[in-house]
């Protein structure tokens, strides 16, 4: 049997099994499975590990793409620049941990850009900001990120205007606000700065459309959720995995 599955705190909504059953079943994998393992505290991440039937990888996800890195043994290249994981490969007794968040985001956004979408605004400083920030900063978008704590190089909610919203055409939502089932949150940012020229993301899917991404469409901007992201990382994992297992 082969093992794979979800780190995270409450994910029960997450579409990565569903998805993973279903590309299992069309590669004809009837030995493959893939879990969701909901864990309190990322300090219970070990017992994974020593379970009877051993583990042939892993993805990350909110609250723990951070916290998890302590508990690997190597980090790929971009992992370690993001300082975030969301895919963890197993060989010779290693946990290697790497990001295709990175990939499947590039993957998802680069056909939705138009020529004015070269200032970006990040909402949220989490794990998946990380690997947002890093693939803009790669596509060399003037980017500005907000928190809602001051950090280094950020900016806080309060401190946005309507005007900082208009001159950042591309907005993405990197932050759990809108996840099902509370549906009616988003980031508390200036909605009426947004034009028909802007682009919103959000990295969340589930539902469809956000309450962030309804303040977008309201305002005739295009807009995309995270699911073709989800589906990208998804399978930027599995040839990790495919490669670490053959």
């Known amino acids: 049997m082969h093992r794979f599955g979800l780190i995270g705190r409450n994910i029960a909504y997450s579409f990565s099994p569903g998805y993973f059953a279903k590309k299992f079943q069309q590669l004809g994998l009837e030995d493959h499975r893939y879990e969701i393992f909901d864990l309190e505290d990322i300090s219970l991440f070990p017992e994974l590990l020593v379970a009877e039937d051993p583990l042939s ?5 909110i609250p723990y793409k951070e916290a998890i890195i302590p508990y690997l043994d190597v980090l790929s290249d971009e992992a370690e620049a993001i300082g975030a994981v969301n ?7 290693q946990t290697i941990g790497h990001n295709t968040d990175i ?3 590039e993957d998802s956004i680069a056909h939705l850009m ?11 400083s989490g794990g998946a900001s990380k690997a947002v920030m890093y693939a ?4 060399e978008l003037l980017t500005t990120q907000v928190s809602r704590r001051k950090q280094e190089d950020m900016i806080t909610y309060e401190e946005l205007t309507t005007d900082m919203i208009t001159s950042h055409p591309l907005l993405i939502n990197c932050t759990p606000l809108g996840t099902y089932p509370n549906i009616d949150e988003k980031p508390a940012i200036p909605y009426e700065g ?3 020229d802007h682009l919103l993301y959000d990295l ?9 991404l309804t303040e977008g469409e309201l305002r005739g901007a295009i807009t995309s959720n995270g699911l073709a992201m989800l589906e990208g990382q998804a399978e930027a994992s599995w040839d990790l995995w495919d490669s670490y297992n053959s």
């Open 57 to 61: 990888g892993l993805n990350v996800t």
């Open 87 to 93: 895919t963890i490969c197993f060989r010779d007794g």
């Open 103 to 105: 990939q499947g985001f």
């Open 114 to 124: 138009k020529g004015r979408h070269t200032k970006a605004m990040v909402l949220g």
């Open 136 to 139: 803009l900063q790669q596509m």
């Open 194 to 196: 947004i034009t028909s």
């Open 204 to 212: 969340v899917y589930n539902p469809e459309k956000t309450a962030f």
